[in-house]
């Protein structure tokens, strides 16, 4: 089937709204590292899919899926010692205090999971979320996220904060007085809730603000967010689903604040683009929770998923990702800074790890987006063999978040063809 | 890791309420065919799974899982040919009018999405279902799930009717009567949302009432509760999670009654193991919800869980697994009704292609509820190498529901051991 034959076939069976990127749509037939190919034998960097963390079809991992295969897969009704050992590793990575897990098979599962077991330990009902942010795709969170989201779904029971953004930020402060002033709007919402008569449940974050444009969080708006919430009976859930597992140079990206989370939820590159996701909890809610659901998932934590989460564990540790992120990250952030002193139009530069924001500004003090010529460099770029995304609220901010073995020779290339992106502007 | 450190780090890790079957908890390793192994080496009949459709760790399913994620696995916002393949061989299992198809990763994420589809696009609310009935995990559909879940979450938009039940049937009546009476339960609810100013928006069961003990419906039941609903404006969701899938000896087990639905989800068996799930839809209703929420699984429908839904179909034709399920179902059920006329305790045997319920009763002609004799059974067999389940609101029916690859062999092993438990009680 050609690509052509393919796009007449997804809309008919899938639905014209059925979402695709870039404007001349890409036919993907090959994976290799940090590597696409399309079906006309060219080559694409990829520097957008933070699924395939390890790499594109990593041997490793797929001869582990292979094995437990064509071995057992059953489901966790049974004893199996994957399930065990899979969540013994995974917990090792956190703060003690986060002592089990539960493991289902995607992001929208797992903060699903979260909001059930916050709503059902804290006795409240009242969620606390960015002004522009994505948790998932179920009734529940889709009534959470307020990105991309339709609007219709909002209710009483869920207050919205302003994003924390150092960037634009609200009424033009600065320092401590930013951080302050954004926990203050924490705490409009929480008297919000009073007034209603809501008691608050949670608060639920991307600590990276990955959605709302990876944002410079300022100051210590995090600790004194949760420091509210908690006062108030609420929970603080960190939603790593996109911005963890080493993705900004930490194993997780709380880990950067000075404040556990009570429950976090983890999904995409868990399983290398094999369906896997969980909770992390600390063991009394996890274990209150257990005590009045009778939660089950057919296929998560089955042992086939638990073997690949293992295995991209291994690969993980054994190619030294973690200190890959931390290597190359800064070197193309400082690519990145470079571009930005010859284009205007880069107004900020924001990384962490291999998680890189540029937001692109038709005018730098006023900041105003630069939305079409976002788009017009995402595309260029596709043209000229590099995949990236956009995002944020005004989608001006370029999104760069390749898959962990990057390099920077990659790097290298990757900022070429931003270079030549941005001269055709 | 013996089976008892896997239970205390279980217990650990996971809780103690995480749920495992048996008194005696079954350590599994190896699998094949309708076989599965535990880790002394012992050998299990599988009478109970339904998730390895076509087998425990097919080798075609395995290779072809293998081989694409060796080759690619991406997401859905780039072309691909596996998407589109299979959801055209999907739908051709239907009625023309189920158009659409959307891919996610499990039965739970299938009905949501058949909740939200439904929801926004008659502008209703209200669901009904029965009274013991679970279609998932997630928020929304623990609200409508009145089996295994907390009462607390039950609301007002949540209408319940009676189990159509010919074994129990309502206030004793028979044929027409019967099935006009619980059908005039839907039209109770839908008068008692109509007094709520609730609009309905579905009906949604399992075609074979499988949770509540895989009823035999009393006559049309089927069809006037969905004319009933219909002219309330609300639609049809038929959770083929369970039952489809060729199960019952038809594909999809809604096909036996004589009339389409508006939504239909699936799940548990489609990839044989590897978390697939989806919904077909009447194409004007998915068109519509398409325009309205930017839908988006991030594995839902990828080269990979394409690859092993095309396998399993390839396999589930090639080794003709729906005849099968119609020449060892009837056989099996000859086999129950024999012992039925030996044991007093079996008071009904229930079948449809190779699904079968058994339900145990102490008395006869009062149809006492054997609820501890049906747990006997189930670990007496288990003890004897044959695994089998128990499920309905009395947790007395015997449920049997083998990989379709089950010959009129392993069901007379099924039927000596079934024999010989019940001796034993």
Known sequence: ????????????????????????????????????????????????????????????????????????????????????EYSERLLNTFDDSLSMAMLTCTGSEAN??????????????????????????????????????????????????????????????????????YADEVKKVIDQFHTLGIKPAALIICPEFAIEGLLDVPGNFIEQAVSHVREAGGLYIADEVQGGFGRTGTMWSHQRAQVVPDIVTMGKPMGNGYPLAGVAARGELATEFGQHAMYFNTFGGNPVSCAVGKAVLDVFEKEELLQNANETGPYLANGLELLKARYDIIGDVRHRGLFFGVELVTDRIRKTPATKEADRVVNLMREQGVLIGKIGPHDCVLKIRPPLPFKTDHADLLLSVLDEALTRL
Not at 171 to 176: A, C, I, K, S, V
Request: glycine share 10%.
């Open 1 to 84: 089937m050609n690509s052509e034959e393919i796009l007449q076939h997804r809309h008919k069976l899938l639905g014209r709204n059925f979402p695709l990127f870039y404007h001349q749509p890409l036919h993907l037939v090959r994976g290799k590292g940090v590597w696409l190919w399309d079906a006309e034998g060219k080559r694409y960097l990829d520097a957008y899919n933070n699924v395939p963390v390890v790499g594109h079809c990593h041997p490793y991992v797929v001869e582990a899926m292979t094995k437990q295969a064509g071995t057992l897969n059953t489901h966790t009704r049974y004893l199996h010692e994957n399930i065990v």
């Open 112 to 181: 699903e999971l979260a909001l059930r077991m916050a709503r059902h330990c804290t006795g409240g009902d009242g969620i606390i979320v960015t002004d522009f942010a994505y948790h998932g795709n179920t009734t529940a969170i889709a009534e959470i996220s307020t990105a991309f989201m339709p609007a219709t779904g909002k209710t009483k029971r869920v207050g919205i904060i302003p994003s924390p953004d150092s960037y634009r930020p609200l009424r033009g402060l600065t320092g401590e007085a930013l951080a302050d002033a």
